[in-house]
């Protein structure tokens, strides 16, 4: 990555020529150009280690007199080699290294001093324990208590002689080691933290990669012990850096928030554009509670209708953050949902608008929706209980920033009012889990071609649904693909079906010959986990489902896929699915599913869904068909004119909430274009 860093100083060089004042220049007695070798450094900029152990010295106790003295002395190399010294870049290597090699010195002597003051506690304990039994004579109870205390001592130095030795070995390798093989932001910043304890501004765009992904980024293809190995050291970095625990399954571009955060002086700003992901999704809850708990949110920004990169599929944001100077749970987060391209809205008056709006707003280029850091930490925590009590001791469950503040249309919010005390969540009627993931698909998938041409038995084989695509019918009955389902490998003894089973295992190369895929209670409904334009809920009739949403409903599933069916969850699950993905779908997840408002039923409102079927008879249509639009037309230029068994559905939905004849028609509209727009977006760049 070394030629990274030379392009990175050509271009700021170019930029800085460009800004330059011709008549200003001095080429005579000043060099034209700063040195900016050591301002942009290469390396792992998240894992802070050297030889496998954490190097920090932002507490106070590391800061001893000697690397004090060194980091100043550095300081001044750096001031003088930036201004044109190029002499001093030896210098400021050597010091680096003498600064590292005196972090590691002073570690031994300071465990070396704890070792020294536990052999003094045990000569003193022995000492005294002898002159004791000299005076008093043995007593069984105290030398029971007495060697409890001696091997609980000869442990701890037990301990500190083994860092000692790794130290020692680590300091060993930093005398011989030529090169430099780390990157610490505490040493090739130094002068940075001592001058102004952190960075004024931090700008990322962190890469993008799924938690399952995550390796060493200096390791080329790593095995999977040592991605799980760097996933530990990330996730006790955060630990140790800010105290905070996070799950494992976040994506890497969140350890970029804790670090790059660490990173700040108490004055200073923070702007990151990466994945939206974080917004909604369910690893997304411990930055979205870290953040509102420890510092100034103050803008997170999208854009309705263009993507910020052509090359990556996904949706980005940008976002704003200060450190806090004062109380900041009354601070209002300004979620900013721009309408037109960046280069059409970015003038000087929408940043005024944009700072002065306290309260919802929205114009033809821009909707502004603050909210305070208090009313989503609140929003996040589940629970009846008063505020001040859910503050101290509530359990943060995360909140669906993207969908509701961002993407969410007028209407959503009239609904909850309008239906107010009428909505539980889905988890409340519903046990809702993932389908079957069989690893790897190719062994467990069979065909009815697989079947015939291999003459196997049907016993362990189950109709599979897999994609949508094939599935245009809300009834799941039948299947041309078939799921292998068994307990254990013996349930296959002398049969066709075990000899393709485990001639499949040797063509697939799969050492684990134990495989297996467990029968699982049959499910009622299905959602799908992915939706382009086509808003599908199923009732199965007997399926077994391959990585979907699947709910287990003892009562009613008939009546509860109607209302899953209609146009107001169609709604609800755009605004609680997730558009992280930028080739235009609709993630929907077990979690989505789970905190998805879900209308009670009452006698009536049953008896009318009980009568109605229709909507059961036909296969299902994009959106845009289903309510009479044309989605190359503008969508609020047209009448919505759905079909007639889909608005006799919607009406008793509407009904039940209390929505006007203007309001139905509005969620029509922002159906449209809420499906519109995303699809729109993914082929904007």
């Known amino acids: 990555m070394e030629w990274a860093v030379r392009v990175a100083e050509l271009r700021l060089w170019l930029n800085l020529l460009v800004d330059v004042e011709k008549g200003n220049i001095d080429i005579y007695t000043k060099p034209l150009l700063p040195n900016l070798s050591f301002k942009i450094r290469q390396g792992d900029s998240l894992v802070q280690e050297i030889f496998e152990k954490y190097v920090s010295l932002r507490e106070p106790e590391n800061l001893t007199p000697s690397i004090k003295r060194i980091i100043e002395e550095l300081a001044k190399e750096h001031s003088r080699f930036f201004d044109g010294e190029s002499e001093r870049e030896n210098i400021i290597k050597k010091l680096e290294n003498d600064l590292v090699k005196k972090i590691f010195d002073e570690k031994l002597n300071q465990l070396r001093n704890e070792k020294g003051k536990i052999q003094n506690e045990l000569k003193n304990l022995f000492d005294e324990y002898s002159n004791k039994v000299k005076m008093f004579g043995e007593d069984k109870k105290e030398r029971e208590e007495f060697e409890k205390i001696v091997d609980n001592l000869s442990r701890e130095k037990e301990k500190i002689d083994n860092e000692i030795e790794e130290y020692k070995n680590i300091y060993e390798n930093l005398l011989r080691t030529k090169e430099k093989t780390y990157f610490l932001w505490d040493v090739c910043f130094s002068d940075v933290f001592k001058e102004k304890e952190g960075f004024d501004l931090v700008i990322g765009n962190p890469p993008y990669v799924r938690q399952e992904l995550i390796g060493p980024p200096l390791i080329k293809n790593p095995s999977r012990e040592q991605k799980d190995l760097y996933k530990k050291k990330l996730q006790e970095s955060v630990e140790k850096t800010w105290g905070y625990k996070v799950g494992g399954r976040c994506d890497l571009y969140v350890y970029?928030?804790?670090?790059?955060?660490?990173?700040?002086?108490?004055?200073?700003?923070?702007?990151?554009?990466?994945?939206?992901?974080?917004?909604?999704?369910?690893?997304?809850?411990?930055?979205?509670?870290?953040?509102?708990?420890?510092?100034?949110?103050?803008?997170?920004?999208?854009?309705?209708?263009?993507?910020?990169?052509?090359?990556?599929?996904?949706?980005?944001?940008?976002?704003?953050?200060?450190?806090?100077?004062?109380?900041?749970?009354?601070?209002?987060?300004?979620?900013?949902?721009?309408?037109?391209?960046?280069?059409?809205?970015?003038?000087?008056?929408?940043?005024?608008?944009?700072?002065?709006?306290?309260?919802?707003?929205?114009?033809?280029?821009?909707?502004?929706?603050?909210?305070?850091?208090?009313?989503?930490?609140?929003?996040?925590?589940?629970?009846?209980?008063?505020?001040?009590?859910?503050?101290?001791?509530?359990?943060?469950?995360?909140?669906?920033?993207?969908?509701?503040?961002?993407?969410?249309?007028?209407?959503?919010?009239?609904?909850?009012?309008?239906?107010?005390?009428?909505?539980?969540?889905?988890?409340?009627?519903?046990?809702?889990?993932?389908?079957?993931?069989?690893?790897?698909?190719?062994?467990?998938?069979?065909?009815?071609?697989?079947i015939e041409k291999n003459n196997l038995e049907i016993n362990n084989l189950y109709p599979a649904f897999s994609s949508p695509i094939y599935f245009k019918n809300i009834i799941l009955e039948s299947s041309d693909k078939y799921l292998l389902i068994f307990d254990n490998i013996q349930e296959l003894e002398n049969t066709n079906l075990l000899k393709w089973f485990l001639n499949k295992i040797n063509e697939l190369q799969i050492s684990n010959k134990n495989i297996s895929l467990k029968y699982r209670e049959q499910s009622q409904i299905i959602i799908p986990r992915t939706i382009y334009e086509r808003h599908i809920v199923y009732l199965n009739k007997g399926l077994s489902i391959i990585d979907h949403v699947e709910l287990l409903i003892k009562e009613d599933p008939e009546i509860i896929c109607c209302i899953l069916n209609s146009s107001l969850y169609i709604l609800l699950k755009e605004i609680y699915g997730r558009v992280g993905l930028g080739l235009g779908t609709l993630k929907f997840e077990v979690i989505d599913a789970k905190n998805l408002p879900f209308l009670e039923l009452n006698y009536k409102f049953k008896k009318g869904l009980f009568l109605f079927r229709k909507l059961f008879k036909r296969e299902i249509l994009s959106v845009f068909q289903e309510f009479g639009l044309d989605s190359d037309k503008p969508i609020r230029e047209q009448e919505p004119n759905p079909l007639p068994d889909r608005k006799e559905l919607?009406?008793?939905?509407?009904?039940?909430?209390?929505?006007?004849?203007?309001?139905?028609?509005?969620?029509?509209?922002?159906v449209a274009e809420l499906v519109q727009n995303r699809l729109k977006k993914a082929k904007s760049v």
């Open 256 to 450: 970029f928030y804790f670090q790059s955060l660490s990173l700040l002086n108490k004055k200073g700003t923070f702007c990151f554009i990466n994945s939206n992901s974080w917004l909604d999704v369910d690893f997304g809850k411990y930055l979205q509670e870290f953040l509102l708990k420890n510092f100034e949110i103050k803008r997170i920004i999208d854009n309705q209708v263009k993507r910020s990169f052509k090359e990556a599929d996904i949706n980005t944001i940008m976002v704003l953050i200060n450190y806090p100077e004062k109380e900041f749970l009354n601070n209002k987060v300004k979620f900013i949902m721009f309408k037109k391209p960046f280069d059409e809205v970015i003038k000087i008056d929408n940043e005024l608008l944009i700072e002065e709006k306290d309260e919802l707003f929205k114009n033809e280029d821009l909707r502004v929706f603050p909210k305070s850091q208090k009313e989503l930490l609140l929003e996040g925590i589940e629970g009846d209980e008063q505020e001040e009590i859910k503050l101290l001791s509530g359990k943060y469950e995360g909140g669906k920033w993207g969908g509701i503040y961002l993407r969410a249309p007028d209407i959503y919010f009239t609904i909850l009012e309008k239906g107010k005390g009428k909505f539980v969540k889905l988890r409340n009627i519903a046990k809702i889990r993932r389908g079957y993931i069989p690893y790897p698909l190719k062994l467990f998938l069979l065909t009815k071609e697989d």
């Open 650 to 670: 919607d009406d008793i939905v509407f009904d039940a909430i209390g929505l006007t004849e203007d309001e139905r028609k509005e969620v029509y509209w922002a």
